[in-house]
């Protein structure tokens, strides 16, 4: 038995309008931002550098002076950065709002707000996308689509977004077999999913997204609501194994639609009940950490 169409998720829009409570929260963060940027400029004048994502890294600052403090005699640090300008402007004139709500997406902001700036991973380009970008503003934001025209259509409207293009091989379909797949002994094994020998392992991700630790990462994609779409199977599972092969530490893994039966199963089974921090309407909220040279870690809690 195949795992039913629950519900149909689409890009075009949200039926609710959360212009003004979405407006609330970038004020929100900007306010923060401005005082933590007084506070730090009021006891150093750090100097722009540039790193390049390795396995342990994350970028910190732009080497573009548009989004780097001069030193603090001048008053352009109180100004808002030139990505949150962007994207308040975006959501006040437009008519088409995130594919989550206000209390949905509060839950991923608020670990924003104590751990940027980060890095960010997001299966998924939306209309969303910019607002992730955002709160995120200085650290290392990347989204894995699975259209390509749908790519080139926002990353035209919005250059700063870096996004790549997946392919997935699985369908809806035939997730009853795959979390059983799951199960065995070699899609349990701790390492780097590209040498991965589990079927469920994404092996057409960009290199560069393997060799980043990704301190958060949501899985809002790619499309699963009739059952020849691709599906989430593959990409919950492979967030779940990013997770567990960090150095150290842990990961914050966000996973959108759980009232479908697809997140709602593979959810449970790659990333854990016992791992799951929270769950707010349609997100759960997962926090995994490092399996990686610890011997005899069981795969769930």
């Not at 025209?149 to 700063?160: G, N």
């Not at 060799?211 to 691709?230: H, N, Q, R, S």
């Not at 893994?253 to 929270?278: A, N, Q």
Request: proline share 7%; net charge neutral; hydrophobic share 35%.
């Amino acid at each position: 038995m195949g795992f039913p169409n629950i519900n149909m998720r689409s890009k075009t829009q949200n039926p609710l309008n959360y212009k003004f409570l979405l407006l609330s929260i970038f004020l929100a963060f900007l306010l923060l931002f401005i005082l933590r940027s007084n506070l730090s400029s009021s006891q150093q004048n750090p100097s722009p550098t540039s790193q390049i994502p390795s396995s342990n890294s994350i970028v910190e600052i732009q080497t573009n002076p548009q989004t780097t403090c001069p030193p603090p005699t001048t008053p352009y640090c109180t100004k808002i950065p030139p990505s949150l300008v962007q994207a308040l402007t975006h959501y006040s004139a437009s008519n088409i709002t995130p594919q989550q709500t206000l209390k949905e997406i509060s839950i991923t902001s608020q670990i924003l707000e104590a751990k940027s700036p980060c890095n960010f991973l997001i299966f998924g380009l939306g209309h969303d996308s910019l607002m992730w970008s955002a709160l995120n503003h200085g650290g290392h934001t990347i989204f894995l689509e699975e259209d390509k025209s749908w790519i080139e259509q926002i990353t035209s409207r919005f250059p700063i977004l870096k996004s790549y293009h997946v392919a997935y091989d699985t369908k809806v379909s035939q997730a009853d077999d795959l979390i059983r797949v799951g199960q065995m002994e070699e899609c349990r094994a701790i390492g780097d999913v590209r040498f991965s020998k589990c079927q469920l392992a994404l092996k057409g991700v960009p290199s560069e997204i393997n060799e980043v630790e990704w301190d958060l990462i949501m899985v809002d994609a790619p499309t699963g609501y009739f059952e020849g779409a691709p599906g989430r199977m593959g990409a919950i599972y492979t967030a779940g194994m990013m997770a567990r092969n960090r150095r150290e530490g842990e990961t914050h893994v966000f996973v959108h639609d759980v009232d479908r039966v697809v997140e709602d199963k593979f959810s449970k089974e790659f990333l854990c009940e016992g791992y799951m921090r929270e769950q707010e309407g349609r997100l759960r909220h997962f926090v995994i950490p490092s399996h990686r040279g610890v011997l005899g870690k069981s795969f769930c809690p």
